[in-house]
C-alpha cells in the first residue's frame, strides 16, 4: 500500500501535469469508486471545473478544483496515469477525467481505492473521512504526551505505528524502519514506553518520511508514481526486506517475524 511518502510523490507528479487544468467530461467505468454521492451527480459536479491545487494529508489525496474538493485514497494498488486523449482504455482504468488533448485516469487492479467529493464550503477536515485521521507527524500539536495518551494500550508499537487514526501516513515499511532508527522492539507494547521512546518515535517517523520522500518513494512490489515511475528508496532500507542480511549497525542477522499479521524486520540485538 503507498505511504505517506509515495502519496506524496504522486502528489507533486500530479501537480506539474494537471494543474489550472479544466476538466471537460468524466467517464466512471467502475462507480463504486466514488463514495459519498451518486456517481451522475459526481460526473455533473466535475464539469468545467478547474484543478487549481493538489494537497495531501496523510494518504490522503485533496484536489482543490473551483467550487468543490475532491479526495481520493489509492489503497492496495491504486494509481493515475496521464494519457492522450485518444489512447484506448484499457483493463483496469476505472475512473477518466478529460482535458482538453489528455486524460488523467485513475488505474486500480484491486478497486479498493475510493473518491470522496464534497463543496468547497464543507469543512473536510471535520467530516468524514478526514476527520477520523490523526496528526501528521510534523505537525505541532504532536508531542510525548498525545502518543503516551494514545498509546497507553496493551499492544505491539509496531501495530499502533500502524493506526491511521492516531498518527498518519505510516505503513508497514516505514514503521520498520522508525522502530530500527529508535531501537525499539516491534513487539514492545505500547504501555511500556518510555518518554524517549515516544520522543525517538517522533523524531524517526519524521527522519523516515521524509527521507522516502526525497527518494520519490518506496518500490518493492507494485508502487509507482505517476505513469509507472519507480521511487528508489528502496535501496536505502535499513531493516524491511532484509531478512538474513547483516544490520548495518552491528552484523546480527535481519529478522522476520509477524505482529499483527504483518511481516515485521528488525535486529534483536539493536532492538532488544
Given at each position: ?5 509515495e502519496v ?6 500530479l ?12 467517464e ?22 478547474k ?11 485533496i ?19 496521464y ?17 482538453g488533448?489528455?486524460?488523467l485516469?485513475?488505474?486500480d ?15 473536510i477536515?471535520?467530516?468524514k ?26 499492544i505491539?508499537?509496531?501495530?499502533l ?33 518510555s ?11 519524521c ?32 531493516v ?7 544490520c ?25
Amino acid at each position: 500500500m503507498p505511504e505517506l511518502p509515495e502519496v506524496e510523490t504522486v502528489r507533486k507528479k500530479l501537480l506539474d501535469k494537471v494543474q489550472n487544468k479544466i476538466i471537460d467530461d468524466v467517464e466512471i467505468i467502475y462507480d463504486k469508486i466514488i463514495k459519498n454521492i451518486d456517481p451522475k451527480t459526481f460526473k455533473e459536479s466535475l464539469k468545467n471545473q478547474k484543478i487549481e491545487d493538489i494537497k495531501r494529508y496523510g494518504k490522503w489525496l485533496i484536489f482543490c478544483l473551483t467550487d468543490y474538493y475532491l479526495l481520493s485514497h489509492l489503497r492496495m494498488e491504486g494509481k493515475y496515469l496521464y494519457k492522450d486523449s485518444n489512447e484506448e482504455i484499457e483493463k483496469h482504468e476505472h475512473i477518466i477525467f478529460h482535458m482538453g488533448d489528455k486524460k488523467l485516469i485513475y488505474k486500480d487492479v484491486r478497486k479498493f481505492g475510493c473518491m470522496y467529493l464534497f463543496s468547497k464550503s464543507t469543512d473536510i477536515f471535520n467530516i468524514k473521512p478526514l476527520s477520523d485521521v490523526g496528526y501528521e507527524p510534523w505537525d505541532k500539536k504532536l508531542n510525548v504526551e498525545y502518543l503516551k495518551d494514545k498509546y497507553n494500550k496493551n499492544i505491539p508499537i509496531k501495530t499502533l505505528l500502524l493506526d491511521q487514526t492516531i498518527l498518519t501516513g505510516i505503513g508497514n515499511i516505514y514503521a520498520d524502519e522508525i522502530l530500527f532508527l529508535s531501537h525499539i522492539n516491534p513487539l514492545l507494547k505500547g504501555n511500556e514506553l518510555s518518554d524517549e521512546n515516544l520522543k525517538d518515535i517522533i523524531k524517526n517517523t519524521c527522519v523516515v518520511l521524509e527521507q522516502g520522500i526525497k527518494n520519490g518513494g518506496t518500490t518493492i512490489r507494485s508502487y509507482t508514481s505517476l505513469d509507472f515511475e519507480t521511487g528508489h528508496n528502496q535501496n536505502n532500507l535499513l531493516v524491511h526486506k532484509r531478512e538474513n542480511e547483516k544490520c548495518k549497525n552491528c552484523s546480527t542477522l535481519i529478522k522476520r517475524i509477524k505482529v499483527g499479521g504483518r511481516s515485521t524486520y528488525y535486529c534483536e540485538k539493536c532492538q532488544k
